[in-house]
């Protein structure tokens, strides 16, 4: 899914998933609210062909669940990639990037890796894009291939081979706001300007191509499955490239706060979004979260159930970040077993039924905390 993007600063951290791109006025003018403390992250490539470089973490750690789930009668299954089969139990293909560990002991570089059908990671890619003092966040495309990133000082956009190498600088105007998003492997959306006054911007990888596809816009977005997705407290809405777009008014139980969409089927059907409590001050530590597959269509929920007992209660534990939406409906979440006073994150891959109930959950590779779900 666009994840996705994830920031690299001393600290990377997924940062995807956010909200709407709209090729009218009426679209950009809904209002849209933040979540304090949360993370929020395209995921229709197939992972890279390349024979692995090394051999892994032996993260197998898959372990069947059971669980409950569905505030509301699910609707019916999307058509999404079609990995793995209608009516599969088995995990998909799964790509992760994990970050560059600059300045510490290991110093370890940005890595791409393959999960194989033994429950493996393996690694198929290694480098340092974005290795520069004047570097924003880190974006890295859906195929592990390239990454984006802004260079403040120099005004610039800066697409790479993921190695670094074969780069392509685009230079922009005025301030550089938004990180850069992968629409797919081949595209990049950024935003510029100030305030609520952002405009966005898509471009080839190659620098070609560039489109303005808003001006005005609101806050900076979040990408998944080739979708533009805006949050608000109580509102989702969504577009494309070619000015389809949609708001959707998620019917959530009273007293939840949309915190970010993780996951866009490709067809814009259905979504994974998390949802949280409020708390005075607004921190996250004392947030229940409750992440829910969300039909477009309908606004109907189907609540995700929480892998432990413990999240049920404010911990500030399990907002899902990213994802893939299957083609039998069901889904593979990358949820934060963490909370925001960790000061890292602690993943783990659940795979779910359209229904909401837990089939297996999967570890991330080890090492480096701070990555993402690429695919």
């Known amino acids: 899914m666009n994840l996705g993007p994830f920031t690299h600063t001393t600290r990377p951290a997924s940062a995807r998933r956010s909200g709407a791109l709209a090729g009218t006025a009426a679209l950009l003018l809904l209002t849209f609210g933040a979540a304090a403390c949360g993370t929020a992250d395209p995921k229709t490539t197939p992972a890279p062909t390349e024979t692995a470089t ?137 935003g510029l300007g100030r305030g609520k006054e952002l405009t966005l911007i898509a471009v080839n990888a190659d620098g070609t191509g560039q489109k303005v596809l808003a001006t005005h816009h609101p806050k900076c977005p979040t990408v998944s499955g080739g979708w533009i997705a805006q949050v608000g407290a109580q509102t989702v809405a969504i577009g494309d490239e070619r000015g389809v777009r949609r708001a959707i008014s998620p019917r959530l139980p009273a007293g939840l706060v949309i915190g970010g969409v993780a996951a866009i089927s490709g067809n814009g059907q259905t979504l994974v979004i998390s949802a949280h409590t409020t708390s005075p001050g607004g921190c996250g530590c004392a947030w229940r979260f409750r992440n829910y597959r969300l039909d477009a269509a309908s606004g109907a929920v189907t609540e995700l159930a929480p892998l432990d007992p413990a999240w049920k209660q404010p911990t500030g534990h399990g907002q899902a970040v990213d994802g893939v939406v299957l083609a039998d409906g069901g889904l593979v979440v990358q949820v934060n077993a963490g909370t925001p006073s960790d000061g890292a994150p602690a993943y783990r891959l659940v795979r779910y039924t359209a229904s909401g109930r837990v089939l297996a959950t999967a570890s991330v590779p080890a090492g480096q905390p701070w990555g993402g779900l690429l695919g």
């Open 54 to 190: 090394a051999t892994a973490v032996p993260a197998t750690g898959d372990t069947p669940a059971a669980g409950t789930g569905g505030s509301v009668p699910d609707a019916a299954p999307a058509v999404a990639p079609a990995r793995p089969a209608v009516g599969s139990t088995q995990w998909p293909q799964l790509t992760w990037y994990t970050a560059e560990e600059s300045g510490q002991k290991q110093n370890d570089p940005a890595r791409i890796w393959r999960r194989t059908a033994a429950g493996t990671w393996q690694v198929v890619r290694s480098g340092r894009p974005g290795d520069s003092t004047d570097a924003g966040p880190l974006a890295v495309s859906p195929d592990g291939r390239r990454a984006a990133w802004m260079e403040g000082s120099a005004r610039r956009l800066v697409i790479s081979a993921f190695d670094g190498t074969k780069r392509h600088v685009i230079p922009t105007q005025g301030q550089q706001t938004c990180a850069p998003s992968w629409l797919d492997s081949g595209r990049v959306l950024y």
